[in-house]
Antibody, heavy 123, light 107 residues
Framework: EVQLVESGGDLVQPGRSLRLSCAAS????????MHWVRQAPGKGLEWVSG????????GYADSVKGRFTISRDNAKNSLYLQMNSLTVEDTALYFC????????????????WGKGTTVTVSS | DIQMTQSPSSLSASVGDRISITCRAS??????LTWYQHKPGTVPKLLIY???NLYSGVPSRFSGSGSGTDFTLTISSLQPEDFAVYYC?????????FGPGTKVHIK
């Protein structure tokens, strides 16, 4: 069964850092681009960041560029999101998601999603 | 960055109705357009990719069309399980962007 499980969400103060992880199973992780998507309370979906299957391409939303860093460890079938200088606007449910097609270079088509991990930024 | 808009922002419909949701990109994105369905408390579901390709397992009452800047998601006969929020997403370039969503609720 293809599965994504996020972890690392927490309650943190503004300005602090947090690292999210996403453990993948049931598919050849190396072959797929991966993404982080978030949903703030009462808001819509926001694409946060994506990383291609060979780490060739990485992208960020303007709202997180320079503060968040996406990475992957193909040996551990894991995706990460290092979040620095957190603000209250980063409060959200963070989803990890897999791209539909092997070797895809587009920035979406997310067919498998984890259940999400909650990040709350508050003083 | 490419901005995505959707219309309407919400719509009321009855079971059996045919509905259409429009998504517009601020610049041409070819067919790099994806549609998702999202219900509260669940994870988003992929419906349509590459503007018009039906994802495996998605009922055939869902269809997508369009290219360039204007796209449409159509549900030919609305079913009770279709009441949800629908999002479009451009996958043409980073940063990828979602539309603001269209909430479909029961009339």
């Amino acid at each position: 069964e293809v599965q994504l499980v996020e972890s690392g969400g927490d309650l943190v103060q503004p300005g602090r850092s947090l690292r999210l992880s996403c453990a993948a199973s049931g598919f050849t992780f190396d072959d797929y681009a991966m993404h982080w998507v978030r949903q703030a309370p009462g808001k819509g979906l926001e694409w946060v960041s994506g990383i291609s299957w060979k780490n060739v391409s990485i992208g960020y939303a303007d709202s997180v560029k320079g503060r968040f860093t996406i990475s992957r460890d193909n040996a551990k079938n894991s995706l990460y999101l290092q979040m620095n200088s957190l603000t209250v606007e980063d409060t959200a449910l963070y989803f990890c998601a897999k791209t539909l097609s092997r070797g895809s270079t587009n920035w979406g088509d997310m067919d498998v999603w984890g259940k999400g991990t909650t990040v709350t930024v508050s003083s | 960055d490419i901005q995505m808009t959707q219309s309407p922002s919400s719509l009321s419909a009855s079971v059996g109705d045919r509905i259409s949701i429009t998504c517009r990109a601020s610049q041409s994105i070819g067919n790099y357009l994806t549609w998702y369905q999202h219900k509260p408390g669940t994870v988003p579901k992929l419906l349509i990719y590459a503007a018009s390709n039906l994802y495996s397992g998605v009922p055939s009452r869902f269809s997508g069309s369009g290219s360039g800047t204007d796209f449409t998601l159509t549900i030919s006969s609305l079913q009770p399980e279709d009441f949800a929020v629908y999002y479009c997403q451009q996958t043409y370039s980073a940063p990828s962007t979602f539309g603001p969503g269209t909430k479909v609720h029961i009339k």
